[in-house]
Nanobody, 114 residues
Framework: QVQLVESGGGLVQPGGSLRLSCAAS????????LAWYRQAPGNEREWVAG???????NYADSVKGRFTISRDKVKNTLYLQMNSLKPEDTAVYYC????????WGQGTQVTVSS
């Protein structure tokens, strides 16, 4: 049974940092395209960053230069390092693993506020 569990969210002041984790089980982590999405209240879920099976990374323009996506194949864990956080980064963050079908985590809340 495939399972993705996010952690690391919380309340942080503008300009601060957080690192999100997404622990995967029941899957061969390295063959999946992995991504982070986020959804703010009243908004549609939007793609934030992705890393493919070859290790190539891509970012939404809104987070480029501030966020870094990475993965640990041994730990079967996906990460999102978020620096220079802004209030508009406030959202529930989800990880996604895509291959033949998509798998989603349950989400972790990130709130950026003073």
């Amino acid at each position: 049974q495939v399972q993705l569990v996010e952690s690391g969210g919380g309340l942080v002041q503008p300009g601060g940092s957080l690192r999100l984790s997404c622990a995967a089980s029941g899957m061969r982590f390295s063959i999946y395209h992995l991504a982070w999405y986020r959804q703010a209240p009243g908004n549609e879920r939007e793609w934030v960053a992705g890393i493919n099976s070859g290790g190539t990374t891509n970012y939404a323009d809104s987070v480029k230069g501030r966020f870094t996506i990475s993965r640990d194949k041994v730990k079967n864990t996906l990460y999102l390092q978020m620096n220079s956080l802004k209030p508009e980064d406030t959202a529930v963050y989800y990880c996604k693993a895509a291959a033949v079908q998509d798998y989603w985590g349950q989400g972790t809340q990130v709130t950026v506020s003073s």
